[in-house]
């Protein structure tokens, strides 16, 4: 059985998230999403809120795991026994750093592989920062989160 992680801030969760994570899961028998607790990050939404949010969005899928963790990507993912981190690769601009991301963690475990899936076409513009700019002028962010998230979102930054 392959185990997969896929990680990241999800702050918030994004449809473009969601697609790559179905994506993952029709791939590998076992998906755990990772959230991130990253010091040097400000995030919009706790750590709690962020992978509550996850938990409902994948709620579609039981097997899906949800966890958070702070420290090195490579521990979390040998913690889990998982063996491929999975990534989304928006844009040009998303490969430079991804390519550096999975260098350093092929460098600290060699065991751990990173596969890169191209984001969908529909989600390809999509970010959470974008959503959190759109929510923040009012614009409607339908479709392209939750309901749930939308609303959380709606909350936050009233
Ligand atoms: P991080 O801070 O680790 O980049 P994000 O929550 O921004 O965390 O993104 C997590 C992962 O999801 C990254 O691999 C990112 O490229 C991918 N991703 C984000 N938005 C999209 C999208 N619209 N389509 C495909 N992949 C995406």
Wanted: proline share 4%; glycine share 6%; net charge neutral.
């Amino acid at each position: 059985m392959t185990i997969a992680v896929v990680p990241g801030s999800f702050d918030p969760i994004t449809a473009g998230h969601i697609d790559i994570i179905r994506r993952a899961k029709d791939l590998y028998e076992h998906v755990i999403v990772g959230v991130v607790i990253n010091p040097g990050k400000k995030p919009l939404f706790s750590l709690e809120e962020r992978v509550e949010m996850v938990k409902d969005a994948v709620s579609w899928d039981p097997t899906i795991a949800v966890d958070s963790f702070t420290g090195l990507l490579v521990d979390f993912v040998k913690l889990h026994n998982a063996k491929v981190i999975v990534r989304g690769l928006r844009a040009v601009s998303d490969f430079e750093h991804e390519f550096q991301m999975a260098q350093l963690n092929r460098r600290l475990n060699a065991r751990i592989e990173t596969v890169f899936m191209m984001a969908s076409p529909e989600y390809a513009y999509l970010s959470s920062s974008i959503i959190k700019e759109i929510a923040m002028y009012d614009g409607s962010v339908k479709g392209l989160v939750s309901p749930n998230v939308e609303a959380l979102l709606r909350k936050a930054l009233a």
